[in-house]
Nanobody, 116 residues
Framework: QVQLVESGGGLVQAGGSLRLSCAAS????????MGWFRQAPGKQRELVAS????????IYADSVKGRFSISREYNKNTIYLQMNSLKPEDTAVYYC?????????WGQGTQVTVSS
């Protein structure tokens, strides 16, 4: 089992920055990929960024490329999402995900609200 706890969300003005953290515990040695997803009211949950494999390959949604950056600690227990140049359309609940074999584990989410 893997447990994930997100933190760092809050209210920020457009153009500002936030840094989200996701701390993993449990059988973290088995995690092969981690990522950030977000879900706005009335919308499907969507991938924001992920980091995969031993070499730390990263992928980003087109909407956040150049503004957001995902990173992880060496031991893979914690990942971060640095969010810069935030826009109102970035407002959502942000969820951390860890992948183990064919199982996904999810955190409880952290609210990010960007005001105009």
């Amino acid at each position: 089992q893997v447990q994930l706890v997100e933190s760092g969300g809050g209210l920020v003005q457009a153009g500002g920055s936030l840094r989200l953290s996701c701390a993993a515990s449990g059988t973290t040695f088995a995690i092969t990929a981690m990522g950030w997803f977000r879900q706005a009211p009335g919308k499907q949950r969507e991938l924001v960024a992920s980091i995969i494999g031993l070499d730390g390959t990263t992928i980003y949604a087109d909407s956040v490329k150049g503004r957001f950056s995902i990173s992880r600690e060496y031991n893979k227990n914690t990942i971060y999402l640095q969010m810069n140049s935030l826009k109102p359309e970035d407002t959502a609940v942000y969820y951390c995900k860890a992948h183990v074999d064919r199982t996904d584990y999810w955190g409880q989410g952290t609210q990010v609200t960007v005001s105009s």
